[in-house]
């Protein structure tokens, strides 16, 4: 089983960006942290929620990532580290359900190194129905990390 790699981490904390006062995401989910919607122990987000420090927001990223590491684990055991930390910052952004009813997941069950994924993580770049240009940087760059051959 894989885990994401430091600099995967550090690539989601990246495009989340920091918030320790709880907040409404562009998609209307309550959110805090580094993109947290949910605690640990699986309770939600509030929006009078408040972390006390990066750390803390840190702890919170570490102790809910390997729900996403585990979903991209079930679908995909063929993959680079490259591939894995994209698959995983994807997943952890537009959520197991929809990352497991994607054509970018059915592409790479066929074939991980199909060129045609990087378009699909292109196609992701909305909520609500509303192009976003802080995720069409970030669905490039997951597009770019994951067609990187990693160095041996």
């Known amino acids: 089983m894989r885990s994401i ?14 918030r320790l006062s709880a907040y409404y995401c562009p ?22 929620d408040q972390l006390r420090s990066e750390e803390e927001a840190t702890q919170l990223l570490l102790s809910i990532i ?4 585990n979903a991209v684990n ?13 698959l995983v910052s994807f997943t952890y952004n537009v959520g197991i359900h929809a990352f497991s009813q994607s054509t ?10 199909d060129l045609s994924i990087s378009d699909e993580f292109k196609r992701w770049n909305k909520a609500s129905g509303i192009v976003l240009a802080g995720l069409t940087a970030r669905r490039k760059e997951e597009a770019d990390l994951y067609s990187l051959i990693p160095n041996v």
């Open 5 to 18: 790699s430091a600099a995967g981490l550090a690539f989601i904390k990246k495009y989340e960006g920091l």
């Open 74 to 86: 079930e679908k995909m055991l063929n993959v680079n580290q490259n591939q894995f930390d994209a």
């Open 104 to 113: 970018l997941l059915r592409k790479a069950e066929v074939n991980v190194n």
């Open 27 to 48: 998609a209307g989910i309550v959110t805090i942290g580094y993109g947290s919607t949910s605690y640990h122990d699986g309770r939600l987000v509030m929006i009078s």
């Open 66 to 69: 390997s729900i996403y590491e």
